[in-house]
């Protein structure tokens, strides 16, 4: 714990330093709040357009949620269909790969040409950034059970969904978890994106409409409500994995406890 807030500690003064220069050094410089504002303006702007950026935060976390709960129902069937499937695995493995090669940018546009300015679009392209870290890490989590254990269940009459709820799920509940930690994250900025390309709500369209009037620290509050999304989203998985695998720390703990 005094570890963890040492280093905590060590990045809050980080950060003021770089916002005490940052500070000084736009206005020093004079430069224009249209090209660069201060932190302290942003800080202005934030609050004051704080029922605005929340308003358009809740938008934009609804198309999260969404796209996320798409994503993880996508990757974790396709993690087990290629697992236990192998040839219908080895099939989807090149589209896995080519969810990511393609540019989401390159797909955007088409997606609002097919369903509109709604909120499909924007959730079908955070569905599909998240998508890949799930199925990728489902995958190793289910092939990473022992073979050792797995015969030894079988010699012992186990069917394979007793295999499956006994092993390989509390054995990739971790890699999920990871993938999700991960995917929360991308699925944030694939909504942004999607919102980029066409939208009439959410933090993305906020931000172009602020940069169009030159209202860079608007533009930059919203980045600062994005990144505590951000964060928020990555605390609240963090903290979900300490509660689903708690039993890990207690098995660690019982491992390590010194024999009287």
Do not use: C
Not at 6 to 26: N, Q
Not at 30 to 44: A, C
Not at 92 to 115: D, E, G, K, R
């Amino acid at each position: 714990m005094g570890k963890r807030i040492s280093e905590l500690a060590g990045s809050a003064v980080l950060l003021a330093l770089v916002l005490v220069l940052w500070e000084v050094g736009v206005r020093v410089a004079g430069v224009p709040p249209y090209i660069l504002p201060p932190p302290t303006r942003i800080l202005i702007t934030f609050f004051a357009d704080l029922p605005l950026l929340l308003s358009h935060a809740a938008a934009t976390m609804a198309e999260v949620g969404l796209g996320l709960a798409l994503g993880v129902v996508a990757g974790v069937g396709v993690a087990l269909a290629g697992f236990y499937l192998p040839p219908v695995g080895r099939a989807l493995y090149p589209f896995i790969v080519a969810s990511q090669v393609v540019p989401v940018f390159a797909i955007a546009p088409l997606l609002v040409l097919w369903f509109g300015y709604g909120i499909w679009p924007k959730v079908i392209v955070a569905a599909l950034i998240a998508f890949f870290p799930i199925a990728v890490n489902v995958m190793d989590g289910l092939r990473a059970v022992g073979g050792d254990l797995v015969d030894l269940l079988r010699s012992l009459g186990a069917r394979e969904r007793q295999v499956f709820l006994l092993v390989r799920l509390p054995a990739s509940l971790p890699f999920l978890l990871s993938g999700l930690k991960v995917g929360a994250t991308l699925a944030l900025a694939g909504a942004i994106i999607g919102e980029w390309i066409g939208g009439r709500r959410g933090l993305g369209y906020l931000m172009i409409q602020a940069n169009a009037l030159l209202r860079v620290d608007r533009v930059f509050a919203a980045i600062l409500a994005l990144t505590s999304l951000g964060v928020g989203l990555f605390s609240g998985v963090a903290l979900a994995e300490r509660w689903l695998l708690r039993w890990r720390a207690r098995a660690g703990a019982a491992y390590t406890r010194p024999r009287r």
